[in-house]
């Protein structure tokens, strides 16, 4: 089974700083993908980055970046000049390639202020 | 618009009563998933699908039912609803990879 680790329940950050949010993984598969996803307050999910186990570049979309470290099984999000808007909860998810179901961590939350 | 449409949006039922959760894409995706999102336990996966008439548990089946008889729906049915169920549920399509969608969402109180 797969299992993803995030372990920073809550973050702060100002205006227009950069942040790291956490994540790592544990999968015996050797090919899978990484997916980050924001849920405002709202409730919806947005899709945010997505990076494979064989890129061999780290996945970038705008403001996001995906830092991508293969051997140490770690796919931490990076958010530069975050916005008041990027208040949310932060969840890292896992597909392995042999499989079809995203494998959740439990969420960052994420508080940007002034 | 094209995405996935569940409904309905909020529910409250009594503990014992049945009620059918519905999920449709118009997207022609095969893949089709059923979440529920708990406080703190981020979301964890209850069935499946990766085509009509093909379905599997994921981690907490217990107490739900699905069934796939088209491509386009896929609802998620409480047999027997219990306070546990209270939860926000998500349906999820996909095509391939990595393009996952996701409903808005349905917000279930059990009392």
């Known amino acids: 089974a797969q299992k993803i680790t995030q372990t920073q329940p809550g973050m702060f950050v100002q205006e227009k700083e950069a942040v790291t949010l956490d994540c790592t993984y544990d999968?015996?598969?050797?090919?899978?993908?990484l997916f980050w996803y924001k849920q405002p307050s709202s409730g919806e999910m947005i899709f945010l980055i997505y990076q494979g186990s064989y890129d061999e570049q780290n996945a970038t979309e705008g403001r996001y970046s995906l830092n991508f470290q293969k051997a140490r099984k770690s796919a931490n999000l990076v958010i530069s000049a975050s916005q008041l808007g990027d208040s949310a909860m932060y969840f890292c998810a896992m597909r392995p390639n042999s499989g079809y179901a995203l494998n959740f961590g439990k969420g960052t939350s994420l508080l940007v202020t002034p | 618009n094209a995405g996935v449409t569940q409904t309905p949006k909020f529910q409250v039922l009594k503990t014992g009563q049945s009620m059918t959760l519905q999920c449709a894409q118009d997207m022609n995706h095969e893949y089709m998933s059923w979440y529920r999102q708990d406080p703190g336990m981020g979301l964890r996966l209850i069935h499946y699908s990766v085509g009509a008439g093909i379905t599997d548990q994921g981690e907490v089946p217990n107490g739900y039912n699905v069934s796939r008889s088209t491509t386009e729906d896929f609802p998620l049915r409480l047999l027997s609803a219990a306070p546990s169920q209270t939860s926000v549920y998500f349906c999820?399509?996909?095509?391939?990879?990595?393009?996952?969608?996701f409903g808005s969402g349905t917000r279930l109180t059990v009392v």
């Open positions: 999820a399509s996909s095509q391939g990879w990595r393009g996952y969608t």
């Open positions: 999968t015996s598969d050797q090919s899978y993908g």
